[in-house]
């Protein structure tokens, strides 16, 4: 049994039934009638065939659901199969030395393991097997050589004709089993494709060339190991010719490969080259020459030549694949460097097939093969056959240097070297049984032969069918079969338990048994009258049940409590919640538990309340809170005693010692160094208060204040802490640095303000002098300084 499974009722059977709330598995919603029905909804659904599962009312599709919830419902017997692998045929892939003395027939070797296996399957449960692949050494090889012999390609023909050694002898190098065969081809002997006139046929080519007469495909060689025979039978072909420039090349490769026998090929691998230096005709071309029939797949070879050529139309790139691929033909397209495009977008539609490009005379005809061959060998991609409808397949490789891939990309393997082993994980799953309890598909590398068989067996019926009791008793005096718990009815029979008959049924009769008290309602209007017995509905969630003779019961509509069903601490039984242990009340609610209600003194509510649904009821309405530790009104226990504390402590407060010993005398001191001495809470079992007092002087004293066994005690720091004076000189100093500072400003401000008054009255002077006007003439008073002598003696000379 699956383990998830296993955990999933674990979890739902501790929580005492509450799966009743959970949403429904799909495995009820499917409404299944019976056990096989059952295990095809989903892996994890399971079928219960305990007789006295059903509770009254309950339709049999509840026999139908999840593993987990089957065994919180304390079924015993679960019909739960599950799927498995059977191994038929496991060969281990071949170790094959090229220089080994024992050669290996083909069908000796071995390269894909393992060969047949046998999937016994069950619907949603995916099954993996790993498949192996290895690259054989010294495997044996194929050829046929497939040449247009169209008149443009009579110097790529006489290449040709020496190609059957030389390939051989580089062959060898890879392989000593190699064979050859060579094939030709032109194109439908019908108009437009050649001219039909008599000298045409004889010799389709211009001037004084000769040519043989035009063909469709002509197999010159079939497969052998002669190469010197491939050279002689070569030597003798001749060029042919056509009107139009696309060639009949497709109806050549269809011949090929469906003319296994005539061809001769081997159960190895198959390579076909295709040498050409032009396109196509392909399926619809042959409307140009009134060819409508579709060709048909067939080998119509008659002497070695292809003779429907006039009848049937060329093949499809489909029906080409489809057949490539059905006879595992890998295909080497050499083609001269005008057409690499068109051949190369054909290829990315056959698979397992290469493009080369072919010089103009195909002198490098053997080198392309060679390099085509060992990128086609290098790769493996996996196909499979058709498969059943409701079965899906999966792929994973796992490659060279550890390279993962998925998808798509899961079915191939690239850089694969002789020797080389790879790894596929092939998961495959049913989602339904098919018509066929049984199929077989094969699954393939695409180029070889071999081939994995797996045969699919699909577990459609439980094993609980086959021991079915027929005409028991258990099913109203042998009118059904008890198959898996329940009772499939004989014919004409209807009922949980068969117990009615179609022909006499008389629904007014027996809607009286389905009506609780001789009510109206039928089944209480949550389900229908069945043969005189209540089958009750089922609801979109299917987790969420009618039950009862007359469906008058149900799991879901009980007192709900923080918006869960009988809040969350008990199940529902028919509209009454059942609790868990510790909690009562009609929808669960009320906890037993006292825990919640301890205060830190240990005592329940503080000794002031009772504890009710796990919180406290205070029974002095002046206390309140969780513990009923808060009393708002109550004067505080500081203020209380800061008195007597402050007395006994440090003398004052009460006055003289006499009266302070007089009225504080009930107090219980005791002194301690520091406030971290104090008692605190957490260490004590009763309640205890720290507090925090001033005294006349402005001093703290700090103390702690509890009940002890009914008497009160205090403990005080023996120390007041009480404020510092002032420091006189920062005072005075900052007072005097304070007036100075101001007094500086003031003379600052007094100086800038004297220096603006300055620089105004400048400004205004210099304003005033531009402005003066001047009068130039001499001033009448004014009298000269110069004073004038003359010499009387002089004579001026």
Not at 141 to 161: A, Q, T
Not at 390 to 397: A, D, R
Not at 614 to 632: D, R
Request: proline share 4%; net charge negative; aromatic share 8%.
């Amino acid at each position: 049994m699956d383990f998830r499974l296993l955990c999933v009722g674990a979890v739902l059977m501790l929580f005492g039934g509450s799966w009743a709330q959970q949403e429904g598995s799909e495995c009820i919603k499917a409404n299944a009638q019976s056990c096989g029905e059952c295990i095809q909804v989903a892996e994890t659904c399971g079928w219960c065939t305990d007789e006295n599962f059903l509770r009254d009312g309950e339709s049999k599709t509840v026999r139908c659901d999840d593993i987990g919830s089957l065994s919180a419902r304390k079924c015993v017997k679960i019909e739960n199969p599950r799927g498995n692998i059977d191994i038929n045929i496991n060969k281990d892939v071949t170790n094959r030395k090229k220089d080994q003395a024992d050669k290996l027939k083909p069908e000796q070797i071995t390269q894909i393991q393992p060969q047949k296996l046998t999937l016994n399957l069950r619907s949603g449960e995916p099954l993996t097997f790993n498949l192996k692949f290895k690259r054989a050494e010294d495997y044996p090889i194929d050829l046929y050589y497939l040449m247009d012999l169209s008149f443009s390609m009579k110097d790529d023909l006489e290449n040709v004709k020496n190609l059957g050694t030389h390939l051989m002898r580089e062959m060898q190098e890879i392989t000593s089993d190699f064979r050859i065969g060579f094939g030709s081809f032109v194109e439908k002997t019908v108009m437009p494709y050649i001219s039909t006139t008599p000298a045409r046929l004889a010799n389709p080519c211009t001037g004084s060339y000769n040519c043989t007469s035009p063909f469709s495909y002509k197999n010159v060689l079939s497969l052998t190991n002669d190469g010197n025979q491939f050279n002689n039978l070569v030597s003798q072909q001749q060029i042919s010719g056509n009107l139009d420039s696309p060639e009949g090349g497709f109806d050549a490769i269809m011949q090929v490969a469906v003319c296994e026998g005539k061809i001769g090929w081997r159960n190895v691998t198959r390579l076909l080259v295709f040498s050409t230096d032009a396109g196509f005709h392909f399926a619809g071309d042959g409307k140009l020459g009134g060819i409508v029939l579709p060709n048909d797949g067939k080998c119509h070879l008659e002497n070695n030549m292809y003779t429907m050529s006039h009848y049937y139309d060329y093949p499809s790139i489909a029906h080409l694949v489809q057949k490539l691929s059905d006879h595992n033909i890998q295909t080497i397209f050499a083609v001269t460097e005008e057409f690499q495009p068109v051949y190369k977008e054909l290829k990315n539609l056959i698979p397992k097939s290469a493009v080369g490009t072919l010089s103009s005379n195909s002198s490098n005809v053997i080198k392309l093969i060679i390099d085509a061959y060992n990128s086609l060998s290098s790769e493996v991609i996996l196909e499979n056959s058709r498969v059943p409808e409701g079965v899906t397949i999966s792929y994973k490789s796992v490659c060279k240097n550890g390279v993962t891939g998925t998808g798509e990309g899961g079915r191939k393997c690239s850089n694969i070297s002789i020797g080389d082993e790879v790894s596929f994980q092939i998961s495959v799953e049913s989602t339904k049984c098919p018509s066929q309890n049984s199929e077989t598909i094969k699954i393939k590398p695409l180029g070889f032969t071999e081939e994995v068989e797996v045969v699919l067996n699909f577990i459609c019926e439980c094993e609980c069918s086959k021991g079915g009791v027929p005409n028991s008793k258990d099913c109203h005096d042998g009118n059904g079969t008890l198959e898996c718990g329940a009772c499939k009815c004989n014919t004409g029979r209807i009922g949980g338990k068969c117990e009615c008959s179609k022909d006499e049924l008389r629904t007014e009769d027996l809607d009286a048994n389905c009506r609780k008290d001789n009510g109206t309602d039928i089944c209480s209007n949550n389900g229908e009258c069945v043969c005189g017995t209540c089958e009750c509905k089922t609801r979109e969630n299917a987790a969420e049940i009618y039950n009862g003779k007359y469906c008058e019961c149900d799991n879901f509509n009980c007192d709900r409590s923080g918006n869960k069903l009988c809040g969350g601490h008990g199940h529902c039984e028919c509209r009454v919640c059942v609790c868990e242990a510790n909690y009562t009340g009609s929808a669960c609610d009320c906890s037993l538990d006292t825990s919640t209600c301890l205060a830190k003194n240990g005592q329940i509510c503080n000794g002031r309340g009772t504890c009710e649904c796990g919180e406290c009821k205070c029974t002095n309405p002046k206390f309140q809170g969780s513990t009923c530790e808060v009393c708002p009104t109550c004067p505080g226990v500081c203020t209380e005693h800061k008195d007597c504390v402050q007395c006994r402590a440090f003398g004052g407060g009460e006055g003289d010692k006499q009266a302070c010993e007089q009225n504080c005398g009930y107090l219980t001191l005791v002194k301690v160094a520091r406030r971290d001495n104090l008692p605190q809470p957490t260490d004590q079992t009763f309640p205890l208060t720290h507090c925090k007092e001033r005294d006349a002087n402005d001093c703290w004293f700090y103390y702690t204040f509890a009940v002890r066994n009914d008497t009160p005690e205090a403990y005080v720091v023996e120390e007041l802490e009480c404020p510092a004076g002032p420091d006189i000189i920062p005072i005075v100093v900052g007072v005097v640095a304070g007036i100075v500072l101001i007094g500086l400003a003031l003379l600052l401000i007094w100086k800038l303000l004297m220096i603006i008054h300055d620089r105004r009255e400048f400004a205004k002077f210099e304003k005033e002098k531009m402005n003066a006007k001047w009068d130039t003439g001499e001033n009448p008073i004014y009298k000269s300084a110069v004073t004038t002598v003359v010499n009387p003696k002089y004579e001026g000379k």
